[in-house]
């Protein structure tokens, strides 16, 4: 069983940057493949980045590449999601999902483990 906690949610102003963190107990972390989505009220959930479980590749949806950054610390068993340039669009809650071994897919069926979420807010 692997516990995923994610933190760093906040209220911004539109332009502005907030980072997410998701820690994550349990089995060996490095093994895990980690991904973010994101759902908004009324909204589906949508894929926004996977980082593969050997840190080889990294995805982004077209939404959100060039702004936000997606990183892993094995020695912390923490994924970073450095988002920068925020857009009203952007407000939703967030969740960190894990895949082991997974190939980093933007589907979020293919991810085992899930957090609670964290509320971001991008005020115009």
């Known amino acids: 069983q692997v516990q995923l906690v994610e933190s760093g949610g906040g209220l ?5 940057s907030l ?14 493949t980690m991904a973010w989505f994101r759902q ?13 479980y050997n ?9 959100v590449k060039g ?3 997606f990183s ?3 020695a912390e068993n923490t994924v970073y999601l450095q988002m920068n340039s925020l857009k009203p669009e952007d407000t939703a809650v967030y969740h960190c999902a894990a895949d082991w071994m997974g190939s ?8 085992d483990y899930w957090g609670q ?8």
């Open 12 to 16: 911004v102003q539109a332009g502005g």
């Open 19 to 32: 980072r997410l963190s998701c820690t994550t107990s349990g089995r060996t972390f490095s093994g895990y």
């Open 40 to 52: 908004a009220p009324g909204k589906e959930r949508e894929f926004v980045t996977a980082i593969k």
């Open 55 to 63: 840190g080889d590749s990294t995805r982004y949806a077209d939404s």
């Open 67 to 69: 702004r936000f950054t």
């Open 72 to 74: 892993r610390d094995n």
């Open 104 to 111: 980093g897919s933007a589907f979020w069926r293919s991810y």
């Open 117 to 124: 979420g964290t509320q971001v807010t991008v005020s115009s």
